[in-house]
């Protein structure tokens, strides 16, 4: 099993940035690591995913070319720089890691971490 620390969250006003980090640490081998977030009222859903050894990157449409996600490995840490922050960013985000090589629904991914919260004002 692999736990998962994220941190990086806060309250930032629309159009501007934040970088979310994600600590990973266990016995288990990575493959996939990804973020996802939840609003309040609505259900989980995918942002991004990188791949622990190639550097495959994979987003959500609604964040694509706002959000870029990246790893060191020597860290085990994967970020999630967001730029161009808008309200509808709003949101608790979770680190998750996969065994799977391309996975992008939440059962694909086997662990989670306890979420950071991200406000974005208007």
């Known amino acids: 099993q692999v736990q998962l620390v994220e941190s990086g969250g806060g309250l930032v006003q629309a159009g501007g940035s934040l970088r979310l980090s994600c600590a990973a640490s266990?016995?288990?081998?990575?493959?996939?690591m990804g973020w996802f977030r939840q609003a309040p009222g609505k259900e989980r859903e995918f942002v991004a995913r990188?791949?622990?050894?190639?550097?495959?990157?994979d987003y959500a449409d609604s964040v694509k070319g706002r959000f870029t996600i990246s790893r060191d490995n020597a860290k085990n840490t994967v970020y999630l720089q967001m730029n161009s922050l808008k309200p509808e960013d709003t949101a608790v985000y979770y680190c998750?890691?996969?065994?799977?090589?391309?996975?992008?629904?939440?059962?694909?991914?086997?662990?989670w971490g306890q979420g950071t919260q991200v406000t974005v004002s208007s």
């Open positions: 998750a890691a996969s065994k799977l090589l391309r996975p992008r629904a939440g059962d694909e991914y086997a662990s």
């Open positions: 266990g016995r288990t081998l990575i493959y996939t």
């Open positions: 990188a791949s622990w050894g190639g550097g495959t990157t």
